[in-house]
């Protein structure tokens, strides 16, 4: 209860005034539903959820709150407040240590953002008010947005230049939590159904039926993740490759103790608990509202997350083995002054409770080394913003403004990595500050460099050395990067020469002849589509592809073939040739449908050499 008051002190008066014991507003999750009811109950339980996951809730937390409207018709924002509106207490969950958590997360949130809103709110009034030149000659000024080869052009208005736009899209999302942008698809008598919650579900029927235990996607997802991280190692801005060498040493050496604690509350592993400090995997939002507390660990196991093992493998070894190799890169100085340690070596394990060591253990520094809260925030933000550059923003704080509509959510799923993809390669020169750097894409450096050079070519050795001692650490690691990306393109494209020279693309080969020749087809298409020579073939087929969620539309319409009669009888209803061939066409349509999960994933695993095709 103690607890509980503290953390309600954080909010308005009189929130709880009216029931001082009243529970934390959650709504049940599918397995305490099933836990809490009866067999009998559990089909309706199961559509219950179903419904949930496209009906707004009353705990919903992506939407913020809708607020008044001023007499100018504008909307007034405050910070959100959630899991106080009451629940059905047929559908309140009873998993109190991790609702409380919830609740924790949320009133602490409120009571940091209420600190600050007033000063951002003024910033904001005064960019709205201040006076631009929009017009000239007594026509709208026109601000130009080049890049690509292409050029937008948009008009210029006292109420919506860029930064204003984007300071605003800031607020509304990191200050008052409104994630997702509130559009109603559909509204009943006492219900509605948001566009984006449609679109989300959508997405999420998506990923089932094409990234659950799909193994060729997670390997190739490492593949394309360790050529961008090698390419960093050999640049060496951030880390080097002696750095990651001993990154990669730890990780194995550490493994099998975070595997040990898989689905286990309570860790003790030093690398377990340096993951979760620095929140490495960025996953402290999604592990605050997937705590579970009274979830075993191997109903944990059990849960749906398990099925995207392939793909969570690879980005956890990604991840963290770029961390800890940032790990190694930054030194701390010792509280005396007189010697230095990587920040890794200075890190060491306690329990929390010397009287009960199974209780868990901490992280914390050795002997005569000190890290500071505002250290830990500022190697977690720095862990963050390398991760983002090599692997693409996938936490709910970073991702672009695009994706909070519903269509945004339809096409990026698949393409978050895109747009910072194409910043890291591509981008303006800009301070990024989870990095505390300047930063700039490394095919712009590299571009400037060479005809820097090309200018003034006469005397081409003496100018080269003189141009490239005039470039920063980061300038030169960024045409190093350059470099090695077009290297191991080539070096792809020879393998790939001797591969199908060697019939090794051949359905009647062994599997795995046929999945290095799919791997190296992909790993060349997916390093390649970003380059000079690629961004307008590759990229633009990817941008062309239709959105993954149009893909599963489509196969909700093979379904409707189970109802024509023609599909079962009759030689044409017979298929003759291709994976289904014998069998009726009613057949093919329901096994290609959304309600067969994996089914395709599946087949193109043991049949890699049919995914070709995209990648020739």
Not at 446 to 456: E, H, I, V
Request: a neutral charge; aromatic letters at 12%; charged letters at 25%.
């Amino acid at each position: 209860m103690n607890i509980r008051e503290e953390l309600i002190s954080y909010l308005p008066i009189g929130l709880y005034d009216g029931d001082p014991y009243k529970a934390v507003q959650i709504q049940k999750d599918m397995w305490e539903r099933i836990k809490s009811s009866s067999p009998t109950q559990w089909t309706k339980q199961a559509f219950k959820e179903m419904k949930n996951s496209i009906v707004t809730r009353t705990d919903e937390t992506m939407f913020g709150l809708r607020g008044k409207t001023d007499f100018a018709g504008k909307e007034m924002f405050s910070v959100p407040i959630y899991f106080v509106n009451s629940v059905d207490e047929n559908d309140l969950s009873t998993d109190t240590v991790s609702t409380l958590a919830a609740f924790a997360d949320m009133a602490i949130n409120y009571d940091e953002m209420m600190a600050v809103a007033d000063m951002f709110e003024l910033g904001r009034n005064v960019m709205e008010e201040r006076t631009a030149n929009v017009t000239k000659n007594g026509k709208n000024r026109i601000e130009k947005l080049k890049g690509f080869g292409s050029t937008v052009n948009t008009v210029l208005t006292h109420d919506n230049n860029n930064f204003v736009t984007r300071y605003n899209e800031l607020l509304k999302s990191q200050l008052y939590g409104r994630y997702m942008n509130d559009g109603t698809l559909i509204e009943g008598d006492n219900w509605e159904i948001k566009s984006n919650k449609a679109a989300s579900a959508l997405n999420k029927i998506s990923s089932l039926n094409q990234l659950a235990l799909n193994g060729l996607a997670g390997f190739a997802a490492v593949g394309n993740d360790m050529i961008n991280v090698e390419s960093e190692a050999l640049a060496g801005r951030w880390f080097n490759n002696g750095e990651l060498r001993k990154a990669d040493q730890i990780y194995l050496k550490e493994l099998p103790y975070v595997l040990g604690e898989t689905g286990k509350r309570i860790k003790t592993s030093k690398l377990s608990l340096f993951i979760e400090q620095f929140d490495v995997l960025h996953e402290y939002d999604q592990s605050i509202r997937d705590l579970e507390w009274d979830k075993g660990r191997i109903k944990k196991l059990m849960s749906s997350n398990s099925l995207y093992i392939f793909m969570h493998m690879g980005s956890h070894w990604g991840e963290t083995r770029t961390a800890l190799a940032q790990a190694q890169h930054i030194k701390i100085l010792s509280d005396d002054g007189t010697e230095e340690k990587s920040l890794w070596d200075i890190l060491t394990t306690e329990p929390i409770d010397p009287d009960n060591p199974e209780g868990g253990k901490r992280l914390t520094t050795i002997p005569g080394y000190t890290l500071t809260e505002e250290d830990i925030t500022k190697y977690t933000r720095k862990f963050m913003g390398a991760n983002e550059r090599l692997f693409g923003a996938y936490n709910l704080a970073d991702r672009n403004a695009l994706q909070a509509t519903a269509i945004g959510q339809l096409l990026f799923l698949y393409r978050k990595f895109m747009v910072p993809a194409f910043v890291r390669r591509y981008g303006a020169s800009n301070y990024n500050l989870d990095l505390d750097e300047e930063t700039e894409g490394y095919y712009r450096t590299t571009a400037r460099f060479f005809y820097d050079l090309a200018k003034d070519s006469k005397d081409l050795g003496r100018n080269l050395k003189m141009y490239w001692n005039e470039l920063s650490e980061y300038q030169k690691g960024n045409i190093k990067q350059a470099i090695n990306e077009l290297s191991v393109v080539a070096v792809l494209s020879g393998l790939i020469a001797i591969l199908t020279a060697a019939d090794f693309d051949k359905k009647d080969n062994p599997w795995h002849k046929r999945f290095l020749a799919y791997m190296s087809k992909r790993m060349k298409t997916e390093a390649q589509a970003f380059t000079p020579f690629g961004v307008f073939g590759e990229t633009f087929n990817v941008l062309k592809s239709p959105a993954a969620s149009i893909k599963t539309l489509e196969s909700l319409g093979d379904l409707l073939g189970i109802f024509n009669p023609w599909h079962y009888v009759g030689e044409d209803a017979i298929i003759q040739s291709g994976r289904y061939k014998g069998h009726v066409k009613a057949y093919r349509d329901f096994m290609n449908s959304p309600f067969v999960p994996m089914n395709k994933t599946i087949w193109k695993m043991l049949h890699p050499e049919e995914s070709l095709v995209a990648f020739r």
